[in-house]
């Protein structure tokens, strides 16, 4: 399935699967998304697949919120997967 990433000011929704495949895409969108806003909501309720490469996407783009002191929300049930990442990360 491709990827479509939607949005309306500051608030973005992702559907379908966020892969190595259509990374680029992702990427391109969120490029230097923090020097024009100061906070940013991402829906991943659509997201049906993300493999390791879109985990890591999501949790770079955490890490440059939080190196620009912005303001990141990553809403909706999503994929497992992103959820444990980023519980393993908050515990270590």
Known sequence: ????????????????????NNLELFKSEFKNIF???????ISIEDVESIDRFGVI???????EAIAKQKNLAIIGLGC?????H???ESAA
């Open 35 to 41: 020097e024009k806003v100061n906070s940013l909501t």
């Open 86 to 88: 980023f519980k393993t």
């Open 1 to 20: 399935m491709e990827l479509k990433i939607s949005h309306c000011n500051n608030f973005f929704k992702i559907k379908g699967a966020l892969n190595k």
């Open 57 to 63: 996407a999501l949790s770079e783009l955490h890490k």
């Open 80 to 84: 497992e997967d992103l959820y444990n």
